[in-house]
């Protein structure tokens, strides 16, 4: 006979069976929660992490961005659009970035203005004479492009005279003559550089071979290449078309110069400089009385001399202890080997003290020059004195800077004909006397 079995708990056991599995699911509840506390604070440093990567990922696209930009603006080329890109949490800090270079930054503008007064005094053989004299120059360049620039300047004076932009304050003129006396091109190749056109003066020069306002015509490079130990070494070279006849043979001049700068040595620098000038003349019908002023003449109007000018420049400054007072020295020979006779060689020196580039300067020079008939020719060398040849010439400056970009001038020239079997219209041992003040603006 089967019987049953009822279970029957007691009440204390009840309440321990309850307690037990209490515990139980409480353990296991606390197990899970920590176990999920610890996933999220993985998660937490996870997404710090990442954030930190985005934000140093941001910073490095910025500083990339800016470089990008500061070549293309060095080179002169123009920052595409680029489409927007997502957001980005934003750095602590942001760089600056530089603008590319607008048309207007390309353009370069300058310029001066002079006002001179002149006394020219004779002993025997002239009247003397007071006059004024204005000139303006307003020039221009633009960058195209980093290997691409052009230029021009207006100035006043007479177009058919190379060697002066001065305009004399007289002979009832209404309006000033107007002309171009710069136009070119430039191509820019680091150390090197061409030109064509009609182009800055690229030669180291003084006025006894090279007036100062004189610009070649044709094509020029010049080239200067820096040394390690803070020198420099040079060369430019100039294809000068004097005169281009369509039916006729060209005037043309070739010439090519070498030069070296040396570098500091304990306040003492130096530059030497050596040229030759080589003129085909086969053409003078646009020449005038102005071009070949005192070089002689054959009886058909040619020159008597051919010109082949070997030139020799040395120069030397001393700064000394007071930047505002540094010794200048140059010494300037010329020779044509060309010439028919002896009547073939030029010289000068001129030592200078001081400087004229800030308010307060002050400049003293004084200059000694001399040539011979034939020596240069006479239609590009200098127009200061009324001899353009055969002369001797003693010249003492004062320069003075009142205010920025200002000077005033005061010159002194002393002179008379070389050799008395030239002098032409002047009275062979007459000393002549030339005063100029000028007060010039800069801009």
Do not use: C
């Not at 934000?55 to 002169?76: C, F, K, P, V």
């Not at 620098?269 to 019908?285: E, I, P, Q, T, V």
């Not at 080997?337 to 000068?348: E, F, P, R, S, W």
Request: charged share 20%; glycine share 10%; proline share 5%.
């Amino acid at each position: 006979m089967i019987r049953s079995h009822t279970l029957v708990a007691r009440p204390g056991r009840l309440h321990k069976l309850g307690l037990s599995v209490a515990i139980a699911m409480s353990l296991s509840t606390g197990s899970a929660l920590a176990q999920s506390a610890n996933d999220s604070e993985a998660i937490r440093q996870e997404l710090q992490a990442l954030r930190q990567q985005q934000t140093q990922i941001s910073q490095l696209q910025q500083q990339n961005e800016a470089a990008i930009a500061a070549l293309e603006a060095r080179m002169g080329i123009e920052t595409p659009a680029v489409a927007a890109a997502p957001s980005a949490p934003a750095p602590p800090s942001t760089p600056a970035v530089p603008a590319a270079p607008t048309p207007t930054d390309r353009l370069k503008v300058s310029g001066d203005f002079r006002l001179r007064s002149q006394y020219d005094r004779s002993d025997d053989d002239a009247r003397d004479r007071t006059s004024g004299q204005v000139r303006a120059r307003l020039g221009a360049t633009y960058a195209v492009n980093e290997r691409v620039s052009v230029g021009a300047r207006l100035v006043t004076g007479d177009s058919d005279d190379p060697n002066s932009t001065d305009v004399q304050l007289s002979n009832w003129k209404d309006d000033l003559t107007i002309s171009l006396d710069l136009a070119y091109a430039q191509l820019n190749f680091g150390d090197l550089k061409l030109y064509g056109g009609k182009f800055p003066q690229p030669f180291a020069r003084t006025d006894l071979v090279w007036d100062g306002d004189v610009n070649p015509q044709g094509l020029g490079a010049t080239y200067k290449h820096a040394l390690g130990n803070g020198g420099a070494l040079r060369t430019n070279g100039v294809f000068f078309v004097v005169d281009e006849q369509a039916g006729g043979v060209d005037s043309t001049m070739g010439g090519v110069q070498v030069g070296y700068d040396s570098p500091d040595l304990s306040g003492f620098k130096y530059d030497l400089s050596g040229a030759y000038y080589r003129y085909s003349l086969g053409s003078l019908a646009g020449a005038d009385a102005g071009d070949w002023r005192t070089n002689r003449l054959n009886p058909d109007g040619t020159f008597l001399s051919d010109f082949e000018l070997a030139n020799l420049l040395v120069g030397a400054t001393w700064q000394g202890s007071n930047e505002k007072w540094p010794l200048r020295v140059v010494g300037d020979y010329v020779k044509n080997l060309g010439a028919v006779d002896d009547q073939d060689t030029g010289y000068g020196i001129d030592v200078s003290l001081g400087r004229a580039s800030k308010p307060g300067d002050w400049r003293f020079t004084y200059g000694y020059s001399q040539t011979d008939v034939d020596a240069v020719l006479s239609a590009f060398s200098h127009d200061n004195i009324g001899i353009a040849t055969n002369y001797k010439l003693h010249a003492l400056t004062v320069d003075y800077t009142p205010m920025p970009k200002t000077l005033i001038s005061a010159i002194w020239y002393h002179y008379k004909p070389n050799d008395p079997a030239y002098a032409g219209s002047n009275a062979p041992n007459d000393w002549l006397d030339r005063v100029r003040l000028f007060f010039l603006v800069n801009f």
